[in-house]
């Protein structure tokens, strides 16, 4: 339930990002839409107020009901976030056209101003078009680029009416999750029980050395040695401690110890203590004997098959003390008429350990002192080796941690399987750093602090982890590919706000390597690649599986698709196009996938592979609604991407744009509307033929943070860089003196550049004055800044 309402929460907040800072609900107020953004706004508040106070209490909740209102309240607010987003385009279409077109009163310029305003608009456009040009296949395509784009209609009237559906929807959902929320955590805080998982022990021995406990399992068994010779009928000793503080373990090896002397079983307890059902598990562990009958009921089994014999008995992990229940469990062992029974009874509850212990059989076992956790934790990291040898620089970090995890043999096991992969001091350091596992948690409940698996990274890690499912098995992916992914999705944007979101990103992957859930290697020409290994990109696709989808030729017939998807990756490789008969069968499956899907809810889009331009007709179809998608991932394209996306100019909520395309081929022209994608973060374009790019309206990119590619030359083609003040790097800048938007002024405003960044063409600035408004001296974050002049030139 932690997960799902982690998950209802971010989604919430997401919505709410465009409506943050007062400019749209300023906008929207001027268009008269003010009527009904700010109550979405405060629909939207309210459920992010309901979630926030279910924080700190998320494990007490249980309610599957509950489970599916989250679900439904999430989908609203995806909705929410899609209409929200979809006024601020057209606020910020609205501020780029006043920017550029401005009169003596834009709000009364009436039907016959627009058509004039939109004339000389035109015209400006066209004149600058024919001073300003950019390579092309052919001259004919040339004329049609240099017309201007088309500008998206504002549709109030629609816009108004979802707002309204959404905010009457919203209010009977929160209601019901309020709800529901108060009577659960009401609930818990009157019994203040906090409910665990099912769990199953045995007494098979997985440690074969028991570090730090061999003095006191001696004195254990010796203590049942003399009791078996006591007059006593059952003496009970309990093990009680904290979680993971290693009571199973302890016992295993008292158990297989003296289990030779007594008739042995062993069952788990667990949450709920129940006699008969205990008692059917127990029949089953004692050899049967010749006198029994088929009317007997297990207790009368148990009486039977004990009879003049001693057994050993062990409860493990008992949670719960019930004395009626307690006395009819042990009420036929009590019959068979022997002396020297043995019961071992583990606990994490103290008060269960003394109810249930023989006088002086109480056994509490303590966290391991540094010495004894730093032989375990040796163990760990170098596969019982008994010395540090070539590793000796690494003991002394260990030493750091070891006296981090608080004597917890848990701790020591988990944290030193996790270090044993990476025998090298950067790594090591980074997770003594590391505040991850660090929690401050009470000793009855060291578990979940401790487990570094999925269910215990932090919610924000377990997001970004989730979409590697979207990937290709064995995927070998450079940093850059995985964090622009979680930046155009929104996994990063409001967590840290003194914090770049790529810095963020950047910390989330090393945190991702440094926990096991991602490896990184070198190529041969020494760039570093991360993969994602088999087991863990299944556990990837297992925790996602209600919102990530991945499509290819092995599960394309059997796939499920849950209404949920909204992230969908297709993966097409050669295999699925080998032979005519394959084809067709991809082709048939993939169309059916494609009536079952709800294209519109999606949000990422990746197609993976070189062959998607074969079923373009078929992904047409598929992908023809797909208009809220924030993500769009394209290989192998060497097709008119309109044949595939016949929406690509509507796609107003896009992010994050990645194309790779390895083939030169004219139908592979990158589309004109990409100068409309306001909401652009990453335009990634390194594996596209930089022959097929037009920057010249890139200007209204205004959020653009990222335009990648190989040609450095295409960034000093920016006409009007200066208004992207997001953007992070600008490899180069040619100043041009004969064209307006080329001045060096434009720099003055992009002081977030990082790299570095070529300025030439430098005799061409007018004056003193022009250079002082570069404010090169305040570009605090470029690694290089190289500066030319073409001397001899006019």
């Not at 932090?458 to 098995?473: G, H, R, T, V």
């Not at 940093?479 to 914090?499: A, T």
């Not at 998608?629 to 097709?639: A, D, K, N, W």
């Not at 000093?716 to 600008?730: A, F, M, N, P, T």
């Amino acid at each position: 339930m932690e997960i799902a309402i982690g998950a209802a929460r971010w989604v919430v907040g997401m919505a709410l990002g465009p409506v943050t800072d007062g400019v749209l609900e300023s906008w929207a107020a001027s268009s008269e839409l003010g009527a009904n953004v700010r109550p979405l706004k405060m629909e939207l508040l309210y459920a992010q107020g309901i979630l926030d106070n279910a924080r700190g209490h998320r494990d007490d909740v249980r309610s599957p009901a509950l489970a599916q209102l989250l679900l439904e309240l999430g989908h609203l607010a995806y909705a929410a976030a899609d209409v929200l987003d979809e006024l601020d385009y057209f606020r910020i279409q609205d501020d780029l056209e006043g920017a550029y077109e401005t009169t003596d009163d834009t709000d009364d310029r009436g039907l016959v101003g627009g058509i004039v305003l939109n004339a000389r608009h035109t015209a400006r456009v066209v004149a600058r078009n024919l001073r300003f040009s950019l390579s092309s296949p052919a001259d004919a395509e040339q004329s049609e680029r240099s017309a201007p784009v088309p500008k998206l209609t504002f549709d109030r009237v629609e816009l108004s009416k979802k707002m309204a559906d959404i905010v009457e929807q919203l209010k009977p959902v929160c209601a019901k999750v309020a709800t529901i929320l108060n009577m659960e955590l009401l609930g818990s805080a009157i019994h203040n029980t906090k409910l665990h998982l099912p769990r199953t022990t045995t007494p098979e021995i997985i440690e074969h050395r028991l570090y730090g406990r061999d003095k006191l399992k001696g004195e254990v068994v010796d203590a049942i040695a003399r009791d078996k010779r006591c007059n006593n009928e059952i003496t009970v000793f309990s093990v009680v401690g904290p979680g993971g503080i290693g009571k199973t373990t302890f016992t295993q090896h008292v158990y297989n110890e003296v289990k030779e002397h007594f008739v042995p079983i062993w069952v788990c307890v667990s949450q709920i203590f129940n006699a008969s059902k205990l008692s059917q598990g127990i029949v089953k562990q004692i050899p049967k004997c010749d006198n029994e009958e088929q009317s007997d009921s297990d207790e009368e089994l148990i009486q039977k098959r004990l009879r003049y014999k001693q057994f050993l008995l062990v409860l493990d992990d008992m949670w719960t003390y019930h004395e009626d229940e307690w006395k009819k469990l042990l009420a036929p062992f009590k019959k068979g008429g022997t002396q020297g029974n043995i019961v071992i009874v583990t606990t994490r509850i103290p008060k269960v350990a003394k109810m249930v212990a023989s006088k002086e059989c109480l056994i509490r076992l303590e966290r391991l002192d540094d010495e004894e956790c730093m032989h375990l934790f040796q163990a760990c990291v170098l596969d019982n080796l008994q010395s540090w040898g070539d590793h000796a620089n690494l003991q002394s970090v260990g030493w750091d941690i070891v006296k981090k995890l608080k004597g917890s043999p848990l701790a020591v096991k988990t944290v030193g399987r996790l270090l044993r992969n990476k025998l090298t001091l950067d790594h090591w350091r980074k997770v003594l750093e590391s505040k991850e596992w660090e929690y401050q948690i009470s000793d009855d409940d060291i578990m979940p602090a401790l487990k570094l698996s999925y269910n215990y990274l932090c919610f924000d890690l377990q997001q970004c982890f989730s979409y590697c499912a979207l990937f290709p098995e064995d995927y070998e992916f450079d940093s850059n590919e995985l964090i622009n992914l979680w930046i155009g999705l929104g996994l990063l944007s409001n967590i840290n706000q003194n914090k770049r979101v790529e810095d963020t990103g950047s910390d989330y992957l090393n945190d991702l390597v440094d926990q096991g859930f991602l490896e990184k290697g070198n190529k041969e020409d020494g760039q570093t690649y991360y993969v994602i290994h088999d087991l863990l990109h299944e556990l990837a696709v297992n925790v996602s599986s209600n919102e990530c989808l991945s499509i290819d030729g092995s599960n394309v017939r059997s796939i499920q698709i849950p209404l949920s998807v909204r992230h969908l990756s297709v993966i097409i490789d050669t295999t699925d196009v080998k032979d005519r008969r394959t084809f067709e069968n991809f082709k048939t499956d993939l169309s059916i996938v494609g009536k079952r899907m709800k294209a519109e809810n999606l949000r990422t889009l990746m197609l993976f592979g070189d062959h998607h331009g074969s079923f373009a007709k078929i992904l047409s179809g598929l992908f023809g609604k797909a208009k809220s998608l924030r993500v769009l991932f394209l290989s192998g394209v060497t097709y008119n991407i309109e044949d595939i996306f016949p929406i690509f100019s509507k796609l107003v909520h896009l992010r994050y744009l990645r194309i790779k395309g390895r083939h030169i081929y004219p139908a592979t022209t990158l589309p004109r509307y990409i100068s409309r994608f306001y909401h652009l973060l990453v335009l990634d374009l390194q594996q596209y033929n930089s022959s097929f790019v037009s920057v010249r309206e890139m200007r209204n990119l205004v959020k653009l943070r990222h335009f990648l590619v190989k040609d450095d030359d295409l960034h000093s083609e920016i006409l009007e860089v200066g208004k992207l003040v997001c953007l992070q790097e600008l490899r180069a800048f040619k100043v041009k003196k004969e064209l307006s938007g080329f001045e060096l002024k434009q720099l003055g405003q992009l002081l977030q550049l990082r790299g570095s960044l070529r300025i030439y063409n430098l005799e061409s600035v007018q004056d003193i004055n022009e250079a002082d408004e570069a404010e090169l001296v305040h570009m605090n974050h470029l690694d290089t800044l190289i500066l030319e002049w073409s001397w001899g030139t006019n």
